[in-house]
């Protein structure tokens, strides 16, 4: 790591490189060629014995960075960043074994295999390069106005695929989905986002931010090519407006995305195979807390959580194919806090 620039010069650069070796032991239960289950029959689907597979890996990734901020004018910045950035799988999808799914066939009386998932241990983490600009404005008491682009080019994701595996069943086995992770060979995020907050005298505040993504990769399923990334919503926001005078904190917030692509599901028909998108609908979520310091050392505080009670729902390809319902709880705490 180095910088460059002092306490009396406008600018400041910081760069550096990270080398990260990454070594791993997969360990997943699968069924032998010859299985056997508890029970009678095999559709139960509980095996009473399995193998271990173990995937041993290795690899090393090189990861420079930039960051650099000028002073533009009075109370002005314009800070820049590039990198090469990693990010872990996550365990369960390289671990996870195979679980099967069967249903009874209503005219020959006997459990076929439907559908099935698993894990690949064979998943690449997540890599990218990425570059920000912003221009940032500071005025005020804790006032701040601020402008910013970004630009991700994802080289490996993670998103779920649909393949067709034959499994043993009554009726002697068949084809059918099995759902697995899988990485992505490219990927693009651009967009900007917009933000600001200001603290009054008085003890009232507030910040908001808005964010503008548009993702595209090289996924598709059988309506759609150039699917976006999944989990990533096109518009968000988030806002607080809170309160501070002597021993009394209020804060209320609130935070929405709108629609996102959460990845592929597959299923079986008859002898084909067919493939929608998951879009989760439009979510946001409103938040409060309030506090009361009662000496310096000992307070007490409620916590709402989604006070709205606001549901959250996906759909299968179609807005009038719902997928995945989850009625919106709301949450009420009670505490106490303590500072040594």
């Not at 106005?145 to 034959?166: H, L, M, N, P, Q």
């Not at 993702?215 to 607080?240: C, E, I, R």
Request: zero cysteines; hydrophobic letters at 35%; aromatic letters at 14%.
């Amino acid at each position: 790591m180095a910088d460059l620039g002092g306490k009396d010069d406008p600018y400041h650069v910081n760069v550096g490189l990270r080398i990260v070796n990454t070594r791993l032991s997969v360990d997943q239960n699968q069924g032998t060629a010859n299985p056997t289950y508890f029970g009678t029959d095999s559709w139960n689907g509980v095996l009473r014995d399995f193998a271990t597979t173990t995937t041993v890996r290795n690899y090393t990734d090189f990861l420079p960075s930039i960051n650099a901020v000028a002073n533009v004018g009075e109370g002005q910045k314009v800070r820049f960043s590039a990198a090469r950035v990693v990010a872990r799988q996550n365990l369960f999808d390289l671990g996870r074994g195979f679980a099967t799914d069967f249903t009874r066939n209503p005219t020959t009386d006997l459990f076929t295999f439907t559908s099935g998932s698993r894990g690949n241990a064979a998943l690449e983490p997540y890599r990218a390069n990425q570059f920000d600009v912003t221009y940032e404005f500071y005025f005020g008491r804790q006032g701040l106005i601020s402008v910013g682009g970004f630009w991700k080019e994802v080289d490996s994701f993670v998103r779920t695929d649909t393949v067709a595996v034959f499994v043993n069943d009554q009726a002697g086995g068949r084809l059918g989905p099995v759902s697995q992770p899988v990485n992505g060979s490219g990927g693009r995020v651009r967009g900007f986002e917009i933000a600001a907050q200001y603290a009054f005298d008085f003890g009232l505040g507030f910040n908001a931010n808005y964010t503008f993504s548009d993702t595209k990769t090289d996924a598709k399923n059988d309506f759609s090519d150039g699917l976006p990334l999944p989990g990533v919503s096109k518009h968000s926001f988030n806002g607080q407006v809170y309160f501070e005078t002597g021993g009394v904190s209020a804060r209320l917030s609130y935070s929405w995305r709108s629609k996102a692509y959460l990845g592929n599901f597959g299923f079986g028909d008859g002898g084909t195979t067919r493939t929608l998108g998951i879009y989760g609908r439009s979510y946001g979520q409103l938040d409060g807390q309030i506090s009361y310091d009662i000496t310096k050392n000992v307070g007490v505080f409620v916590q709402g959580i989604n006070l709205a009670k606001a549901d959250q729902s996906a759909y299968l390809q179609f807005p009038d194919l719902p997928f995945r319902y989850e009625t919106g709880a709301r949450r009420i705490y009670l505490g106490a806090k303590v500072n040594f």
